[in-house]
């Protein structure tokens, strides 16, 4: 999907959807089968499966406990499903386009921003992991348990200080708060019917539970 | 002792490849940023996949010190992060210039100070393979001609050493260059120099003017300038 304000609004919709009913959830799980690339549309197939592996722990938990676990599972699945596809569908500054479009070039810029640099964090922590065990191993020292706070602690610290260094350099560069930008979206056809399927779902989600 | 490789590497990507034969000596493999320097450097220490061969004969040990020296901490305190290491802080930190430092949290050490902290550590191991990636990044030239002395003073080791460095660099034995995600190894110095598409601006204009270098240190050009001029 080229337009990442259909995208986004997709994702809502679709994640919307999937919550409101086992139905929806059906659907939204359908659509992200028949429209997306599946699973070559996840961003990082280890992290998801972790994430699902999480996701699974608890809902045996609440299941074997008197709770609806299977139906939590059954919803969450689908909602973690497309919020992979929408994120490694993203382009570089989209969320700042967007953000900006919705509400202006002064909350909009500043929400866009926030949102970009949230994004940019995460593909560096990605990145920090990764040298983090490759020092460990350097040293001999196996990812386990033990050594897992020095590990999260050298990953906090270095997003901390990098973080840090962006404040300084936007403050350098002048920013208070907003700024100048025109998004440009490029919006197929494709894109417009996507998006009126995915509106299908939570419609249809809601009517199931009536 | 002989490290010997043909193989292509891969880092996301990218990739790399690699056909060498590296003995005892320093070996430099110089090439643009971004050009495929980290890449090899981590398959020889075995950090990343490749497809193909790689053999080492006769080594015991090898270390690696990584371009971002922050990476390797992983404990709270200076003496702790040498002990991590296996090391003495009593022997190591003098030599890092890191004397009475011992308690401070290694993120408190500047950038500098832990590149110092990291390079003494791997230079205390002392191991038969010693892989250095961008040792001289965030030095200053006392902390780079401290670094040019301990990577002379391997002697009978292998150290590879990965850098873009134009000013500071200690003699070597032989040269390699990548471009284009293919490394070519030139040779042994100094028949190789000539060959060296990367060689600092002091090196190419004395070659500029006839002369003949023994190896590619400032001294080493100098000497060759003078017999030169006569």
């Known amino acids: 999907m080229r337009d990442p304000r259909l995208r986004i609004f997709s ?17 939204a799980l359908l659509w992200w089968l028949l429209f997306t690339p599946r699973l070559k549309a996840v961003p990082h197939p280890r992290m998801l499966s972790g994430v699902v592996l999480m996701i699974t722990a608890t809902a045996i938990v609440s299941e074997l406990t008197g709770g609806l676990g299977l139906l939590y599972l059954l919803r969450m699945v689908p909602i973690l499903l497309i919020a992979a596809w929408a994120f490694s569908d993203r382009q570089e500054s989209e969320l700042l386009d967007v953000s900006v479009w919705m509400m202006g070039k002064r909350i909009g810029f500043d929400i866009g921003l926030m949102a970009e640099m949230g994004l940019q964090g995460l593909r560096l922590i990605n990145q920090d992991i990764v040298q983090v065990r490759q020092a460990m191993e350097i040293k001999g020292m196996r990812p386990s348990v033990r050594n897992l706070v020095p590990m999260a602690a ?28 025109e998004p440009h979206f490029v919006t197929e056809r494709r894109d417009i019917m996507l998006a009126s399927l995915a509106l299908a779902v939570p419609l249809l989600s809601f009517f199931a539970i009536w | 002792m002989r490290a010997e490789m043909d193989l292509v590497a891969r880092q996301e990507a990218f990739s790399l490849r690699c056909r060498a034969s590296y003995g005892p000596g320093v070996h430099l493999v110089s090439g643009a940023i971004g050009g495929g320097k980290t890449t090899m450097a981590l ?26 020296p922050e990476y390797h901490v ?46 003494a550590c791997v230079f205390a191991l002392d191991p038969d393979l ?37 000013a500071s660099l200690p003699r070597v034995s032989t040269l390699s260059q990548i471009s284009e995600a293919r490394l070519e190894c030139l040779g042994a110095v100094p028949d190789a120099i000539p060959r060296w598409a990367g060689a600092p601006p002091y090196l190419r204009r004395a070659l500029e003017l006839g002369a003949e270098p023994r190896n590619i240190t400032m001294d080493d050009v100098e000497e060759a300038l003078c017999a030169t001029r006569g």
């Open chain 1, 11 to 27: 994702t809502i919709l679709l994640s919307a959807g999937a919550f409101i009913s086992p139905a929806g959830a059906v659907a």
């Open chain 1, 154 to 181: 050298n990953i906090v610290i270095n997003q901390l200080r990098r973080t840090e260094e962006t404040a300084k350099l936007l403050t350098v560069r002048g920013y208070s708060s907003g700024g100048e930008i």
């Open chain 2, 43 to 68: 398959a020889m220490a075995g950090l990343l996949p490749f497809d193909g061969d790689m053999r080492f004969e006769g080594l015991a040990s090898k270390a690696m010190s990584l371009q971002f």
């Open chain 2, 74 to 119: 992983t404990a709270a305190s200076v003496d702790d992060e040498v002990r991590s290491w296996g090391l003495d802080p009593g022997e190591v930190l003098p030599r890092a210039g890191l004397s009475g430092r011992g308690a401070v949290d290694p993120f408190k050490l500047s950038r500098g100070q832990l590149k110092r902290l990291n390079l």
């Open chain 2, 130 to 166: 010693l892989i250095l990636d961008e040792p001289f990044s965030s030095l200053d030239c006392r902390a780079k001609a401290k670094v040019c002395k301990a990577i002379a003073s391997r002697e009978g080791k292998i150290t590879m050493l990965f850098s873009h460095e134009r």
